[in-house]
C-alpha cells in the first residue's frame, strides 16, 4: 500500500510586522480584527488601520484564513509557527552562512551568554542528531 505524500507547501515570506501579527495568532485564534487590535496595543504603537493592512497581506500570503462570523471576520493562521520558523531558519542560514549550520552555532553561542539549562538542552539536540 502507498502512502500518501503531503505535497511541499511554500511557506509565505512574512516581514517583521507581520511576525508580531502572527504571533498573536498563533498564541489564541480565531480572532476577530478587534481582537487583534486590542492584543496588539499592549506592544505597539500601530493604530487599527495598519493592523487591518497587515492582517489584509497575510490573508493575501496564504498565512493567514478568515470565516465571517455575523458581520466579523474570524482570523486564524493557515501554517504553523513551526513550520514557519524552520522555514525562516533555513533561509537565514542560507543567506549569511552559506547552509552551514556549524559557523552559525559557533557565531551564535560566542556572542550570547548561555544558560547551563540552554547548554544542556543543545547537547541533548545534538547528541540525538548523530
Known amino acids: 500500500m502507498f502512502s500518501k505524500q503531503k505535497k511541499s507547501v511554500a511557506m509565505?515570506?512574512?516581514s517583521d510586522a507581520e511576525w508580531t501579527v502572527m504571533k498573536v495568532l498563533w498564541e489564541r485564534s480565531p480572532l476577530t480584527s478587534k481582537e487583534v487590535v486590542e492584543a496588539l496595543k499592549k506592544n505597539t504603537t500601530w493604530k487599527?488601520?495598519?493592523i487591518h493592512t497587515l492582517?489584509?497581506?497575510l490573508l493575501r500570503k496564504g498565512a493567514l484564513t478568515a470565516r465571517k462570523e455575523g458581520r466579523e471576520y474570524q482570523f486564524a493562521p493557515a501554517v504553523k509557527a513551526e513550520d514557519c520558523q524552520h522555514s525562516e531558519s533555513v533561509s537565514f542560514l542560507e543567506r549569511v552562512f552559506d547552509?552551514?549550520?556549524a559557523p552559525f552555532l559557533a557565531c551564535f553561542v560566542r556572542g550570547k551568554k548561555l544558560t547551563r539549562a540552554e547548554i544542556e538542552e543543545l547537547k541533548r539536540i545534538l547528541d540525538r542528531k548523530v
Open 55 to 57: 492582517l489584509a497581506r
Open 48 to 50: 487599527p488601520k495598519t
Open 12 to 14: 509565505p515570506q512574512i
Open 99 to 101: 547552509g552551514e549550520v
